[in-house]
C-alpha cells in the first residue's frame, strides 16, 4: 500500500549514504536523483524512501510522534540493522528487544536528521 514516505534531510548527501548503506543487503541504491529530492529502493515499483531538501527552504527537521518502520525477517536481523545504524551514525533510541509481551520485537534509532526509525518483526 505504500508507494514511498518522504523524510527531510540536512544533508543530502550524507543521508543517502546512510540509507543506501543501512539497506544494502536489501539491494538498496538511489533509484532518482533530482538534486533535493532522491528515492532510495531496490527498484522502481516497490516502496521506497524520499530524501528531500525541504521545499520551504527551512532546517530539515523529524516530526514529534512520526516513525517510518522497516520490516525484518528474524530477531537476528532486527539487531544486525540496529548494529549497522549505530555504525552509520545513528543514535540510539531503545535497543532491540521484546516490545508488546510475544507480539512484537524491535529496536529504534535516530538518524542525523533526528528522524525516528524502527526495525521490527512480529512475534
Known amino acids: ?4 514516505v518522504t523524510i527531510g534531510a540536512s544533508n543530502m548527501e550524507t543521508a543517502k549514504e546512510f540509507y543506501c548503506g543501512l539497506f544494502a543487503d536489501k539491494g538498496a541504491k538511489v533509484i532518482i536523483d533530482s538534486g533535493r529530492i532522491a528515492f532510495i529502493g531496490a527498484k522502481r515499483g516497490e516502496p521506497m524512501l524520499a530524501l528531500c531538501e525541504p521545499y520551504d527552504k527551512a532546517a530539515a527537521s523529524s516530526g514529534n510522534g512520526v516513525m517510518i518502520a522497516f520490516p525484518a525477517e528474524t530477531k537476528d536481523e532486527v539487531s ?12 540510539d533510541d531503545g535497543g532491540p528487544g521484546q516490545r508488546i509481551e510475544d507480539r512484537f520485537y524491535g529496536a529504534y534509532v535516530r538518524d542525523a536528521d533526528n528522524n525516528k526509525l524502527c526495525f521490527y518483526v512480529f512475534g
Request: charged share 10%; glycine share 12%.
Open 1 to 4: 500500500m505504500i508507494g514511498y
Open 80 to 91: 544486525v540493522l540496529y548494529n549497522k545504524a549505530i555504525a552509520l551514525g545513528a543514535k
